[in-house]
């Protein structure tokens, strides 16, 4: 059997367990905080501007604005929003950012369709899922010659959540979408990086919509040939599917606690471990993390906020100079250009090591007392009522502890979180980040 044909199969018949719905819950409510706290972010702006000017059926919500749209059209700004800060989850997997590009299609035609929660929540779960194995499946070649898993691997899982809601043909939608996908790296730190992830959303959404009405496609436009994985790097990973239905690998998602790149977070908490420290004392700074980051999030002398999430050498100076990764005003043209941050990361020195896991970094402090040494690895078990605590604590920096406790309510109540009591928060709140 194809690989479409068995995602096709696993998405429409799907049945996931109550520990995968959990973090699925989790995923919906940190997508939404960081959506909404991004809806004035200037590419957010900007999207939002060109799906209104164009207008049309209003089917679903906006974030950050009253009026309703297409559900493609909402798919596209909200997913770009969503993204806008950089602060949504991640997968080491296949390094991608799942929920972004699935979440806002699948809650687009859930609203288009009057899906219940439990619907909406499956259909998310079977998309986010589907992209991960996706991006296994296309495999570490197709993201290091520069393609974003986000927006590739991404609008597959997209349309398949779409797929289930709409109850259209699985296969075809894969085979649509298989020439919409896309999506560079060399966007990252530009508005194109967020972008990508609403572009996934909305082809996502579109090819969907399409199958549903019969449009007719190449079925194995992902795995055949001349398909997207072929075309695009891809290595066809034949464990890919491995226990696909049974064994939920979006269990192992990691969610963002500060507010940057997640490939600079193992370094974040290696440095955290050994504060305090006299930065006046520190005369280098040597960062050892798995070489696949070095043309990630390594820009070297960034000078706007976008870059500075990329900055291995800027976010090691915030650290040790006790600036609070987690806030988003951290990361700003201003502090790229501080003196005194700038002097510190002239001190830092990025090395890579291949025998490190993706998910680990090595900090090592020389100060004049001597050097001083961390480590840490995202991948350590967070158990999930810690993570439900971390997640509320974020959503309440970034919106607010009323609004936060009520999209908490909207996420946690009944069998999965309403669409449209969730579209009605999403379109009344715009946070401006301070």
Known sequence: MEISERLAGFAAGAAPGEAARAMMRLSVMDWAACAIAGAEEPVSRIVRALVLEEA?????????????????????ANGAAAHALDYDDTHFAHIGHPSVAVVPA??????????????FLDAALVGVEASIRVGVWLGRGHYQVGFHQTGTAGAFGAAL????????????????????????????????????????????VEAALLAARGFTSNAQGLEGLQGFGETHAGVADEGALDGLGERWLFETVSHKFHACCHGTHA???ALRGLLPLDVDAVTAIRVVTHPRWLRVCNQPAPDTGLGAKFSYRLIAAMVLAGRDTAALSTF????????????LRDRVRVEADETLPETAARVIVETREGPREGAHDLDAPLPLGLRSDKLRAKAASLLG???A??????????????????????????????
């Open 106 to 119: 699948a809650l687009a035609l859930a609203q288009k369709t009057g899906a219940d929660g439990a619907a």
């Open 405 to 434: 406790a009520r999209l908490e309510a909207v996420c946690m109540a009944g069998a999965g979180p309403d669409p449209e009591a969730l579209a009605r928060l999403l379109s009344q709140e715009a946070v401006v980040p301070a």
């Open 267 to 269: 370094m974040i908490e």
């Open 401 to 403: 502890r009323e609004t």
């Open 161 to 204: 959540a779409g797929a289930r809601l709409l109850g259209a043909d699985g296969a075809l939608a894969l085979g649509i979408v298989s020439t919409l996908a896309s999506g560079l790296k060399s966007q990252f730190g530009t508005m194109g990086k967020p972008f990508n992830a609403g572009h996934a959303a909305a082809s996502g």
């Open 332 to 343: 700003s043209d201003a502090a790229c250009a501080d003196p005194a941050l700038i002097r």
């Open 56 to 76: 049309g059926a209003p089917q679903a919500a906006l974030v950050g604005d009253a009026a309703r749209v297409p559900a493609r059209a909402a798919a596209l």
